[in-house]
């Protein structure tokens, strides 16, 4: 049963073939099996989630038909929950227990789902392989020597080996989409302001974006349809009417017109990853659609422009860590001045301190311009240069990452590690939404096809993602983790 879809579980659910009960148990069992060799969760809520599916059953007796009703999800650590831990996977968190519960947790409670836990991630959702953790790396259940990919490498695990039946994750530079691609789920990052960030820790805020990490479009179409709406509490949600993201699933390709980059397809690029996706897109052809080659002049300037708006704005998000109100505080500080340098110094990790210094010396005095000033400018670029791409086609479909996932302390430096994300960097800077989908396998891991549309176009991102795995069953394929268990 824990291998079924949400969709799937909704179904057995309602017609009575099992209980929110039995099925929680099952993913707690399961937890507690295999979490110790991927670390996949920092904390488990196994009482409380016990509880929730308790009454998840009692509700539906009752008559309630809530969406995720009785359905276990993950939440990735950097979600405030209230009463529950909330670490943003970094020691200067350790010991904070959130006092409210951040939207995205309040619509997905509302709409039923059973928490069953907190997921691992990259300290402060900065990192492209979940190494940067304070709890230590989680490891992706294809190849326990392999990272996951980051910084939503927990949630991505674990969907992926079948410990929850969904997770939630956040993407700044490509953190649901490229975990998604290493671990063989579906992953959808939503256009800027489609989902409140509201109570979601923040990294870099004109950046950051909830999203589903599920096992299906299907599914995200459901989870997407409880995530977004406005919020008054979060003032760059954007008020659009309703909307069914199901709706649309089983429309038609005829006539769909599909953008190919070509500065995606270079040498650069992995030549049996670039095999797969165009395999691929002629699945997508063989369903009606149309190939157009399209050009994103400025995409090459996309990630040295990330690399200086990222760590401004983090620098400035970072700054309230510090040691006083709440977190790590140093032992013994003999002055205001030695507890925040301390307490800080002790608190971060080395990639958020780095982070940290990028950003604070591209904002200050004489260097604002020269660096931060001109990032935003390039930005406007990245953003026009896929208006124009959207005037020629429907969507825009390339690699997800230059490679597939590789192994632990394999990458030593940080421009190596910050390429990982190439491929979907730019989607953040200009807002749109975009999705990976499993495509095919290279030496026998996981490999994601990107799919991009235009701003608060997630419906149709989602019919092609669908109609794509109606007709394949990259999607379908589970990780022998009985087998990896030891490595």
Request: glycine share 8%.
């Amino acid at each position: 049963m824990i291998k079924k879809t949400v969709t799937e579980l909704c179904a057995a659910l309602a017609s009575g073939e099992t209980t929110s009960e039995a099925l929680t148990r099952a993913y707690l069992d399961r937890i507690a099996e295999h979490n110790g060799a991927l670390n996949a969760y920092i904390t488990v809520c196994e009482d409380s989630a016990m509880a929730q599916a308790r009454e998840a059953d009692a509700q539906r007796a009752a008559g309630s038909t809530a969406p995720l009703l009785g359905i276990p999800i993950a939440h990735k650590d950097l979600f405030c929950t209230q009463g529950v831990l909330t670490t943003s996977g970094s020691k200067i968190l350790h010991n904070f227990v959130s006092p409210y519960d951040a939207t995205v947790v309040e619509r997905m409670q509302a709409a039923g789902a059973v928490m069953l836990g907190k997921t691992n991630m990259d300290e402060f959702a900065m990192g492209s392989s979940n190494e940067s953790s304070y709890y230590g790396a989680a490891r992706n259940p294809w190849d326990l020597k392999k990272v996951p990919g980051g910084s939503s490498g927990g949630s991505a695990a674990a969907v992926a080996a079948d410990l929850c039946a969904m997770a939630t994750g956040t993407d700044t530079g490509g953190s649901i989409r490229q975990p998604a691609a290493f671990c063989g789920v579906t992953g959808l990052k939503p256009s800027y302001g489609r989902v409140s960030r509201w109570g979601m820790i923040a990294y870099a805020s004109s950046l950051d974006q909830a999203g589903p990490l599920c096992k299906s479009a299907e599914d995200a179409a459901l989870l997407l349809n409880v995530m977004a709406g406005v919020d008054n509490k979060d003032s760059t949600s954007i008020d659009l009417p309703a909307e069914d993201f199901s709706a649309k699933l089983n429309d038609s390709l005829d006539g769909l017109r599909v953008g190919l980059p070509k500065q995606y397809f270079t040498s650069e690029l992995n030549p049996s990853i670039a095999a797969i996706i165009k395999t691929a897109v002629g699945e997508l052809e063989a369903l009606g659609a149309t190939v157009v080659e399209i050009d994103l002049p400025n995409s090459e300037l996309a990630l040295s422009a990330y690399y200086v708006i990222a760590p401004a704005e983090a620098s400035t998000n970072l700054s309230r860590f510090d040691g006083v109100r709440y977190g790590y505080r140093c032992e013994g500080p003999k002055d205001l001045e030695d507890l925040y340098k301390r307490s800080r110094s002790e608190g971060f990790g080395e990639e958020v301190k780095r982070r940290i210094m990028i950003g604070t010396y591209a904002l200050s005095a004489g260097f604002y311009d020269a660096y931060y000033r001109k990032a935003q400018k390039i930005r406007r670029l990245v953003k026009d240069d896929y208006a124009r791409a959207f005037e020629q086609v429907d969507v825009i479909i390339g690699p997800t990452t230059p490679s597939p996932a590789f192994g632990l302390a394999s990458i030593k430096d940080s421009v190596t590690m910050y390429l990982e994300d190439i491929y979907t960097i730019a989607l953040n800077l200009a807002g749109l939404p975009g999705m990976s989908v499993p495509a095919g396998y290279v030496d026998g891991l996981p490999i994601g096809m990107q799919i991009v549309a235009s701003d608060f176009a997630e419906a149709k991102l989602l019919n092609v993602a669908h109609q794509f795995q109606r007709v394949t069953d990259w999607h379908t394929h589970k990780p022998a983790l009985t087998a990896n268990k030891e490595a």
